[in-house]
């Protein structure tokens, strides 16, 4: 856990960052966001005491950073920026084992880590491993440039607009990867970015900063929903804008990639297919392929048995919607039900995808600013 208490920053009687109070949790995403000069990076250096504050403390696990020795600190906090730094003149194996070194891991135990990493990414060890950055492209410099600061394993790792310098699909993919990796890993990542649309895909928790003071701290959705202060609207690039969910249906906002098994797999089958895909559930359907029920990784292991298929345990009591429901609805249904998402079904009752909080968010973000930038 991160604490900042009434933390400050001057620079001679300019205030950039302002009494800031927030708590970030253990495994939390969270990105700082606002105008440019509003005091994200000052606020994230004050965590690895790249920058001293004047005013408050910040604590992380309970310690205060000022009591820490700031290179150990810095050794233990992993730290992305744009301009990637990886060092010309080191390979990528060389490159990421840095920090890992420092802290004297055998040759051995680098080299394993530097494999296990790559493999993560999709970047082979073999094909890698001895390159030099120059022989990477931009979007695989970068991907290095986030390995090495996993490398020793730190709990937190800090990220400034870690992507900003990456074309839209690059940036795309890796923050889809970054994303996964955080939930596999369960890191607390403190991120700043100036663009609202990563902010939305990426965060559990959006910190909207201006003129060195905290406007509002939320979650996504209930950023886009209720956004605090005129500024914020502002950003978001409207005036006003409630959730009239009119204009978006299911079809505007499911994701379309779903799990979906026919009901006649085994349920060990099953259950392997969603640890690798990281799911908690998948959608079951029949031999028409039409929505028979969803199955829960906890129904599996109540009821689930060798031998078994797993359509036998579906829950087929689940609500369901169609394409043509407005979002709206869709967003009161996991409401109301507590459900991580709903299912969307076509017209002949096949899956057409499903709809989760994130989903929607996403959809609201590329419909209201998409075309603003
Ligand atoms: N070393 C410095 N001396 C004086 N002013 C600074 C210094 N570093 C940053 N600032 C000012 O502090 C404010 C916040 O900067 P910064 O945290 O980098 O903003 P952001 O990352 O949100 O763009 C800006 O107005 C910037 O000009
Ligand atoms: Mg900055």
């Known amino acids: 856990m991160i604490v900042y208490e009434n933390v400050t920053k001057r620079y001679g009687d300019v205030t950039v960052v302002d009494n800031l109070d927030l708590t ?4 939390e995403f969270v990105v700082f966001i606002g105008p440019s000069g509003c005091g994200k990076t000052t606020s994230l250096k004050m965590i690895n005491r790249l920058i001293e504050m004047n005013e408050g403390s910040i604590y992380i696990e309970g310690n205060n950073v000022k009591d820490v020795d700031a290179v150990e600190l810095r050794r233990k906090i992993g730290y992305v920026i744009q301009q990637i730094g990886l060092f010309p003149n080191m390979t990528i194996e060389e490159n990421i084992s840095i920090v890992p070194k420092l802290r004297k891991w055998s040759q051995e135990k680098c080299t394993k880590r530097v494999k296990e990493l790559l493999e993560m990414v999709g970047m082979p060890y073999e094909e890698n491993a001895k390159k030099y950055p120059n022989e990477l492209s931009g979007g695989q410099q970068q991907r290095v440039g986030v390995l090495r600061a996993l490398a020793a ?7 400034d607009e870690p992507f900003g310098a990456l074309d839209p699909v690059t940036r795309d993919n890796l923050q889809d990867e970054l994303k996964s990796l955080q939930k596999k890993l369960k890191k607390t990542i403190v991120f700043v970015t100036h663009d609202m649309d990563e902010a939305v895909k990426m965060a559990d928790k959006i910190v909207f900063m201006y003129n060195g003071k905290v406007l509002q701290i939320a979650s996504p959705e209930e950023m886009l ?11 978001l690039g409207r005036l006003s804008y409630s959730f009239s969910g009119e204009d978006l249906t299911c079809q505007d906002v499911m994701r379309t990639k779903v799990l979906k098994v026919p009901e006649t797999k085994k349920t060990l089958e099953s259950l392997t297919l969603m640890k690798n895909r ?5 959608v079951v359907i029949d031999e028409n392929d039409k929505f028979k ?4 990784i906890k129904k599996i292991r109540e009821e689930g048995y060798a031998g078994q298929e797993i359509g036998s345990i579906a829950d087929e009591t689940v609500p369901t919607v169609s394409i043509n429901t407005s979002a709206k609805e869709s967003f009161d249904l996991l409401t109301e039900h507590n459900r991580d ?7 002949n009752k096949t899956v057409a995808g499903i709809v989760t909080e994130s989903s929607i968010a996403n959809a609201l973000a590329s419909v209201y600013w998409g075309e603003a930038k």
Do not use: C, H, K, T
């Open 278 to 282: 990281q799911l908690n559930s998948v």
């Open 293 to 296: 029920g969803i199955v829960g």
């Open 225 to 235: 929903r209720n956004p605090a202060d005129s500024v914020i609207e502002n950003f």
């Open 341 to 347: 998402f709903i299912v969307v079904l076509n017209r």
């Open 24 to 27: 970030i949790e253990e495994g």
């Open 153 to 159: 394993e730190p709990p937190i790792i800090l990220m």
